[in-house]
Structure formats: C-alpha cells, structure tokens
C-alpha cells in the first residue's frame, strides 16, 4: 500500500492554464507539506498543513492555493502557469510532536513533474 | 541568513567508504536530517541527529557536532545503489526544515 500518493505523476501544460495536483496519505499523519525541487535540486517548501490548518506558508504566488479537504489530503491548485512553474512537486506528511512538529521524520510522495510550455 | 553548505559531487568506487559533509549557519538548531534521494524518486529518510556523536545504522552512519555546525554521513562498503543525492536538512529553532542541495554521490565499479 502507497503510504503518500500523489497525482499526477507526470504533467504537462501551456502556459496560462490551471492545474491541480492531488496528494493522499494513508498513514494517520497530522502534518502535510507541498515542496518544490527545482532543476538545481533545492527542496523548498511552500505550504504545510496541520489537521486541515495551514500552519507554513512559504513566500510563494498567490497563483499557488493549497486545499486540505480533511487531514488525509492536501491538494495543489496552480492558476495562471508561467514557465518558471516547471519543477517537480512533492508532496510529504509526517507525524506531530507539540511544540516540535518538524522533528519527526517526514514520508515524501513520488512526486509531479510539472513541466510548463 | 540561514545556509546548508554541502559538496555538490562525491565520486567513490564499489566496496569503499565515503564521508559526506554538511556544514549549517541557523538561527537555532532543533536536529538534523539525512535523506537519500534516488534520481527521478522521492527523497528517503535515513537517520536524525540532535545530541553530539555518531549514530550508527548498518552500512549508513551521521555524526553531529553542534558546536561546529557540522555532520557527516559515512557510507561503508559502497554498493552501486548508493548512487543518489543525498541532502542534509536543519530544524531551525522556529521548527522550519531548512534544506541543502543536496550531494550528488557517484559510485564506479
């Protein structure tokens, strides 16, 4: 059973358009997080949700909305794609320790590869 | 600013030992992770470290010394799987995961 799931694996747009990515965890985490890993291999993080609250939120586009329909899932919704969107996109969840949510390690998805032309 | 400072590139051959370094400059320090990530997959936890010293995991160790702002990952016994980045994150003290590039480890027969 895939602990992370994320789809699309593979997607591929003109700019201009908007596009979701969806992500599902199965392990009973509190905590979800969307990263982007650009071509340079950087692991940025842009939003982190705690029990469908956002709890980080990265200096990132407006364009860029997460959604948490409940703690299991936590969406990506990208308005308006420009080139510089092309990246791979991770989603990640982990479990949370009060006062010390980050501690435990965190279970990444396979990834989207969103490429923008 | 808060920085991750790691090799970009490694080159090491099959059945050798490698040392990975990661030197950090954060605003407090909650731990350190090491990940491996295979080119094309997603990034795999390896091991945390929060108190100084070295914790050992079969083929795979990470040593921490807080006052120098410094790890290393020592890989034994090279295998041609362990061909992958391997990226070194700090928690700040805000809890923020704090991430390096990342080191390219090639491995040659």
């Known amino acids: 059973d895939t602990a992370v799931s994320q789809t699309p694996k593979y997607l591929v747009t003109q700019m201009g358009n908007d596009k979701s990515i969806k992500c599902e965890q199965n392990l009973g985490h509190d905590t979800m997080y969307w990263y982007k890993q650009d071509s340079k291999k950087f692991l940025k993080i842009m939003f982190s949700y705690n029990n469908k609250e956002l709890i980080i939120n990265e200096t990132v586009p407006n364009r860029f909305s997460p959604k948490s329909p409940d703690k299991a899932h936590l969406n990506l919704h990208i308005n308006s794609l420009e080139l510089g969107d092309s990246a791979v996109y991770f989603c990640?969840?982990?479990?949370?320790?009060?006062?010390?949510?980050?501690?435990?390690?965190?279970?990444f998805g396979p990834g989207t590869r969103l490429t923008v032309l | 600013g808060q920085n991750i400072d790691q090799p970009t590139e490694m080159t090491a051959t099959e059945g050798a030992i490698v040392q990975i370094n990661c030197t950090y400059q954060?605003?407090?320090?909650?731990?350190l992770f090491w990940y491996q990530q295979h080119a094309g997959e997603a990034p795999t936890f390896l091991s945390y470290n929060v108190l100084d010293g070295l914790e050992e995991k079969g083929r795979f160790s990470s040593f921490l010394s807080r006052s120098k702002g410094y790890s290393y990952l020592l890989l034994k016994e090279l295998q041609m799987k362990d061909s992958a980045s391997y990226l070194c994150a700090v928690i700040d003290s805000n809890y923020q995961l704090i991430w390096g590039a990342g080191t390219k480890l090639i491995i040659k027969p």
């Open positions: 990640a969840s982990s479990l949370l320790n009060q006062g010390a949510y980050l501690v435990n390690e965190q279970f």
């Open positions: 954060t605003s407090g320090f909650n731990g």
